[in-house]
């Protein structure tokens, strides 16, 4: 079909093409440094924050070496997203993981990826920040017991209903929300931050004394810690999935990181030591959701504030994720590995429409069949494993091709820090306590070769999906679009 023949042309050199006399749509540049800086941190304090401190603590033993986790997932992300900016100055692309692996390893192993991230990876992280979002909005509904699992899942069903209309009508509009929720995150934080200093000031140390007694040794505990530390700092790839969508990606891309992930870094740090400053370790590990005990005995009548923060970060940080997770699917279609409408932008409000509701629909799946700690586990190997084979291509490229223009550089030991951290995170609870659910996860991924022959690389198209494309384009008013040409 003539859409399939548009997808192979050569993507680094594509064009607006006007010669039929009809001007094709694009994706608009709306994200600023400003909206950069809160796609990033707006994504990445989520719920991880709020939820996963007693995770790290029950894996490691102790608190300061739970601290010490956390401090170097805060370097592991960095050393990641600098990796990343040099990447995106390379191939100004939108798409993160999936168009990097496309470029530089070819067609199968970005299907793979595609097929995995647009079907589960991407759904399953909405999913866990949407479940986190509903436990802390109607805990206050509940007290004194724990709320049933119908009001949290029907909750994140309607969370994940608001982001899909407010994703769909406006790019502006998801960025203001993003902006604003951001800045109501960071509030919320700070006032978790202050609380702590005081009460360290008063010399409420005593979870600081024998910090590293009773420490784990084990690789794979270790590793676990790290998934669940690594999972509060999960967006800082982010605007490598919105590359097109940046104003001057050259600058903004490296700036927008180098400011968001420092500052996480510290409020995490911080946050971490308030908690441990207002709680024995032993309540930390008891307690169900960390800063709700953490208000209630700092803030007293005042506690519900920190719920209806939690509530309002996780809202703002499942924006991030839906946002960023629905470019993903809307790439990949364009380039021939999705089902042509999902390529598709709404005609007056040039948003990816169809990717967006794709998402959509299965993020309500994964919220129906899933629950918050399984979903990150799992979320967290697949994710890195696609990191480790991102960062080995900008290894490739540094080392092949120095020649390509890039505006940003950064040190090849940086890099290869990463790919061996990727490594030990896919083998450490391999190793360590090996799991069956570990096994459906690598089968899935590699059940996307029954779908590649047939439907990418013979390029078999029945007739009847064609005609589906067609009247799905009527009813949801969706055209082609063309990429920016860089």
């Known amino acids: 079909s003539t859409m399939r023949?548009?997808?192979?042309?050569?993507?680094?050199?594509?064009?607006?093409?006007l010669s039929d006399g009809k001007e094709k749509l694009r994706l608009k540049q709306e994200v600023g440094l400003i909206s950069g800086v809160s796609l990033i941190a707006g994504t990445m304090i989520g719920s991880g924050i709020f939820m996963s401190p007693e995770w790290v603590l029950h894996h490691m033993g102790n608190p300061?070496?739970?601290?010490?986790?956390?401090?170097a997932c805060g370097l592991l992300a960095m050393f990641g997203a600098l990796s990343y900016a040099e990447l995106g100055t390379i191939i100004k692309e939108s798409g993160g993981e999936y168009i990097y692996i496309l470029r530089i390893f070819g067609s199968f192993p970005a299907f793979l990826f595609a097929y995995t991230s647009v079907i589960l990876v991407r759904p399953a992280g909405l999913a866990a920040v949407c479940l986190s979002f509903a436990e802390y909005a109607i805990a206050p509904f509940y007290p004194g017991c724990s709320s049933p699992q119908v009001a949290i899942k029907c909750t994140a069903a309607a969370c994940i209903l608001i982001l899909t209309i407010i994703n769909c009508l406006n790019v502006r509009l998801a960025t203001s929300v993003m902006n604003i929720f951001t800045a109501a995150k960071l509030l919320a934080l700070l006032v978790i931050v202050v609380g702590g200093l005081v009460?360290?000031?008063?010399?409420?140390?005593?979870?600081?004394?024998?910090?590293?007694q009773g420490t784990t040794a084990g690789i794979g505990a270790v590793g676990v810690a790290f998934y669940q530390g690594l999972w509060s700092y999960d967006g800082w790839n982010n605007l490598n999935y919105v590359t097109e969508e940046l104003k001057k990606p050259e600058v903004t891309l490296p700036r927008a990181l180098m400011i968001a992930i420092p500052l996480v870094t510290c409020l995490y740090l911080l946050v971490n030591m308030s908690y441990l400053a207002a709680m024995t370790p032993s309540e930390l590990l008891s307690s169900g959701a960390v800063a709700v005990t953490w208000g209630d005995k700092v803030l007293g009548s005042w506690a519900w504030l920190i719920s209806l923060s939690v509530a309002l970060s996780t809202f703002g940080s499942s924006n991030g994720t839906f946002f960023s997770g629905g470019r993903v699917c809307y790439i990949a279609a364009r380039e021939g590995h999705?089902?042509?409408?999902?390529?598709?932008?709404?005609?007056r409000c040039l948003t990816p429409f169809p990717a967006l509701l794709f998402t959509s629909a299965m993020s309500l799946v994964m919220?129906?069949?899933?629950?918050?700690?399984?979903?990150?586990?799992?979320?967290?190997?697949?994710?890195?494993?696609?990191?480790?084979m991102t960062i080995s291509g900008l290894l490739y490229l540094k080392i092949k091709k120095p020649e390509l223009p890039r505006s940003y550089k950064v040190p090849i030991i940086i890099p290869i820090i990463m790919l061996m951290a990727a490594v030990y995170l896919?083998?450490?609870?391999?190793i360590d306590q090996p799991q069956i659910e570990i096994l459906y996860i690598v089968l899935f991924i590699f059940s996307g070769i029954i779908f590649y022959f047939p439907l990418v690389r013979f390029k078999y198209h029945p007739r009847f999906l064609e005609r589906i494309t067609l009247h799905l384009q009527l009813l949801l008013e969706v055209a082609p679009t063309t990429k920016d040409a860089n």
């Open 426 to 430: 896919v083998l450490a609870p391999i």
């Open 338 to 347: 999705m089902p042509d409408i999902l390529s598709m932008a709404h005609v």
């Open 64 to 71: 300061a070496s739970s601290l010490l986790i956390w401090a």
């Open 367 to 388: 919220i129906i069949s899933g629950n918050f700690t399984s979903i990150v586990n799992f979320f967290s190997f697949m994710a890195w494993f696609f990191y480790g």
């Open 5 to 17: 023949e548009r997808k192979t042309t050569d993507p680094l050199h594509s064009s607006t093409d």
């Open 199 to 212: 009460l360290l000031a008063k010399g409420q140390t005593q979870s600081f004394q024998n910090g590293f």
